[in-house]
């Protein structure tokens, strides 16, 4: 059974910076993709970032330049640097994982809450 652990979430002032971990169990070969989305309060989750399993990155035009997303394949961990943190960066974070089996599943973690405040 795969799970998704997040880690790393707090409160930071703005201009700040903060890194999530999502460490990944269960899987039996490397996610295809991995990636962070996020829940600002009362709205939608939103794309943030992702990486697939060969490196290439994409992420949301919100936080270029700003977000750095990685992996580590060795510890089944990604990673979400998040940098210049912005109050309307503040949000439930989520780790996704796509793949990691026979199946293309997808799967979530349970979410870290990040606050950015003065």
């Known amino acids: 059974q795969v799970q998704l652990v997040e880690s790393g979430g707090g409160l930071v002032q703005p201009g700040e910076s903060l890194r999530l971990s999502c460490a990944a169990s269960?899987?039996?070969?490397?996610?295809?993709?991995m990636g962070w989305y996020r829940q600002p309060p009362g709205k939608q989750r939103e794309l943030v970032a992702t990486i697939t399993s060969g490196g290439k990155t994409n992420y949301a035009d919100s936080v270029k330049g700003r977000f750095a997303i990685s992996r580590d394949s060795a510890k089944n961990t990604a990673y979400l640097q998040m940098n210049s943190l912005k109050a309307e960066d503040t949000a439930v974070y989520y780790c996704?994982?796509?793949?990691?089996?026979?199946?293309?599943?997808?799967?979530w973690g349970q979410g870290t809450q990040v606050t950015v405040s003065s």
């Open positions: 996704n994982a796509v793949g990691g089996g026979y199946v293309m599943a997808d799967y």
């Open positions: 269960g899987n039996r070969f490397s996610f295809n993709t």
